[in-house]
């Protein structure tokens, strides 16, 4: 399975942010999905998931009621909506794919990656 993770870039403190994962070489509904952020230096954190028939979700409690994970099985993508951001929200972010039905918040559960794509918030 390959990943393609776009949507990155610069938006201001409070804004908003939609990014885009898309999926290839695979059944994609065999996979949940899992997106991840890392800062330079540290390690990468996990954001969220979403379950294979996109039913359940799971967030970290740091972006819990700000971020939203969806998934279009017919169209192979799977997003990570953003609001209210902040500076503590600049990352590189990634999309991941996890042979489970539910997905996981470890990162070492995941199967394949994408190559991420920036985002920075400024105060």
């Known amino acids: 399975v390959q990943l393609q993770a776009s949507g990155g870039g610069l938006v201001q403190a409070g804004g908003s942010l939609r990014l885009s994962c898309a999926a290839s070489?695979?059944?994609?509904?065999?996979?949940?999905m899992g997106w991840f952020r890392q800062v330079s230096g540290k390690e990468r954190e996990f954001v969220g998931r979403?379950?294979?028939?996109?039913?359940?979700?799971y967030y970290a409690d740091s972006v819990k009621g700000r971020f939203t994970i969806s998934r279009d099985n017919a169209k192979n993508t799977v997003s990570l909506e953003m609001n209210s951001l902040t500076p503590e929200d600049t990352a590189v972010y990634y999309c991941?794919?996890?042979?489970?039905?539910?997905?996981?918040?470890?990162?070492?559960?995941?199967?394949?990656w994408g190559q991420g794509t920036e985002v920075t918030v400024s105060s």
């Open positions: 979403v379950s294979r028939n996109a039913a359940s979700t």
């Open positions: 991941a794919a996890d042979w489970s039905y539910y997905g996981s918040s470890k990162e070492y559960e995941y199967d394949y």
């Open positions: 070489g695979g059944t994609f509904s065999n996979y949940a």
